[in-house]
């Protein structure tokens, strides 16, 4: 399996491929980036899950590197590349098949095309990631970036609707409280239900509730094991399923100012993501939109983008309370203060970590 690191090589690693992004004549790179660690930093052990994909960057056509069926594996996982006909295993070779499905990946993450396993990609590769497919039925307009899952499944329950959820009475967490969790789950929800005609209301009866959410370690019998900090982070199922599944080994957070770890993951900004997957929306392409399929830790991104606003309307219709004019200024004053941020840390370098969240069709 694959080799487990520190987040400080991580970090590493990113700030390594960042300051490599000019175009360095095509070669392979078959040593792992080399890090230095202190001791503070072997107390904070995590799962590298695909950092060993380093190891390919600026690979092309034609290239032959040992291990790459591992990375074949990786994007036939999401969604990108089929199993081979002619042999049982994917082979070690870059081959044209290959370098189809990594242009297909590169615009569905709004990455620059190169069909090159470039340091933007490999960045992308790394990263976390919702472990949900990226395979969906994109909206019909061009210029929209949404994409539903296979069939365009909906909630069907009348107008208005009103959905229940609620957690499971075993498979919660100790790190975060639950009026903490609930607070969290309560504002997640209700920024979907302020754009839709939908609602959704909490329950304790968890074996009627329409979404049930819970946390899980490892293998927990739905086929999609979890994989240990950071990588993937959580998955959900699309509608009418309602399952809501988040790894239960993160470090998740309410609060970044209290929980000083580096490997801290916003809940509510996973909740946000999650609960789209729910409601039927795929992932979007857009990387401010909360349904692209990444988020680096100790980021919050909660805010719905015009792109998520867009494709959840497309699949239930307008709140009747709701105007895009009030997003936009919602926007503007978000976008106000992160350029005000930007500007005080304008040196240092956004590392583009992924969260990822995996989701099933039902
Ligand atoms: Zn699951
Ligand atoms: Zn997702």
């Known amino acids: ?59 092309e056509r034609g290239s032959h590197v040992s291990g790459m069926s591992e990375l074949k594996k990786y994007f036939h996982r999401f969604g990108y590349l089929s199993l081979p006909e002619t042999t049982p295993n994917f082979t070690d070779t870059f081959d044209s098949q290959f370098e189809s499905a990594l242009v297909h990946y590169q615009k569905r993450l ?41 069939g365009k499944p909906r909630w069907t329950r009348g107008v208005p609707m009103t959905l229940t959820y609620a957690f499971s009475p075993y498979n919660m967490i100790d790190r975060v409280s639950m009026p903490e969790i609930r607070a969290v789950f309560e504002r997640a929800f209700r920024r979907w239900a302020s754009v839709i005609p939908v609602s959704f209301q909490e329950t304790a009866e968890y ?29 959900a199922f699309s509608p009418q399923n309602g399952r809501f599944h988040l790894d239960a080994a ?45 988020l680096s830790p100790r980021r919050k991104k909660v805010d719905l983008q015009i792109d998520d606003v867009e494709g959840v309307q497309a699949l239930y219709g307008s709140n009747p309370n709701f105007t895009f004019s009030s997003l936009l200024q919602s926007q503007n004053s978000f976008n106000l203060a992160v350029g005000l941020q930007a500007g005080l840390s304008k040196w240092i370098p956004s590392l583009p970590l992924t969260l990822f969240i995996l989701f099933f069709s039902a």
Request: proline share 5%.
């Open 110 to 150: 709004g990455l620059p095309v190169t069909g090159k396993l470039d340091s933007d990609t490999i960045l992308a590769i790394v990263a976390p990631r919702c472990g949900v497919s990226d395979a969906a039925t994109h909206g019909v307009h061009a210029t929209r970036r949404y994409a539903y899952f296979n």
């Open 250 to 294: 993160e470090t998740w957070s309410v609060d970044f100012e209290r929980d000083q770890s580096r490997v801290a993951v916003d809940l509510e900004s996973v909740a946000t993501h999650e609960i789209g997957h729910v409601l039927g929306l795929g992932h979007s392409s857009v990387k401010e939109a909360v349904m692209y399929p990444s």
């Open 207 to 235: 074996d009627k509730a329409d979404i049930t959410i819970g946390f899980f370690l490892g293998d927990h019998g739905d086929g999609e094991p979890f994989d240990g900090v950071l990588g993937v982070l959580a998955h």
């Open 1 to 59: 399996m694959f080799p487990f690191f520190r987040y400080f090589n991580f970090l590493f690693l990113c700030i390594t491929l960042f300051l490599s992004r000019p175009c360095f004549p095509a070669r392979i790179v078959s040593e792992p980036v080399t890090v230095v660690t202190t001791e503070t930093e072997k107390t904070e052990t995590h799962n590298a899950t695909w950092h060993d994909f380093s190891k390919f960057l600026h690979a």
